[in-house]
């Protein structure tokens, strides 16, 4: 069983900048494609970012393509997205998702693609 933990979630004021990370239990993780989904209340979960296993295709939602980046660790069992130029409506629960799908299978922004899920972390952003 694949344990997936998030961390850098918190509390940053419009257009300030957060760091999320997300380790994997496991060293298959380094096969896996990634994805980061958020949650606002009310709201249906929502893809944001993904990168394939080796981190040569990534994609990223309407919304967030050209203040966020999701990129690999060098040790491969991590994946951290960087968020700059936060806006009040980024603020969500942040949820990793790993996918053991293989190639050429890739379908980053479809939640059922992903098998694994991390339990979520909170990003509030202040107006």
């Known amino acids: 069983q694949v344990q997936l933990v998030e961390s850098g979630g918190g509390l940053v004021q419009a257009g300030g900048s957060l760091k999320l990370s997300c380790a994997a239990s496991e060293r298959t993780y380094s096969t896996f494609s990634m994805g980061w989904f958020r949650q606002a209340p009310g709201k249906e979960r929502e893809f944001v970012s993904g990168?394939?296993?080796?981190?040569?295709?990534?994609e990223y939602a309407d919304s967030v393509r050209g203040r966020f980046t999701i990129s690999r660790g060098n040790a491969k069992n991590t994946v951290s997205l960087m968020m700059n130029f936060l806006k009040p409506e980024d603020t969500a629960i942040y949820y990793c998702?790993?996918?053991?799908?293989?190639?050429?299978?890739?379908?980053?922004?479809?939640?059922?693609?992903?098998?694994?899920w991390g339990q979520g972390t909170q990003v509030t952003v202040s107006s």
């Open positions: 990168i394939n296993w080796s981190g040569s295709a990534v």
């Open positions: 998702a790993a996918s053991a799908h293989l190639p050429p299978t890739l379908r980053l922004g479809e939640t059922d693609y992903y098998h694994y």
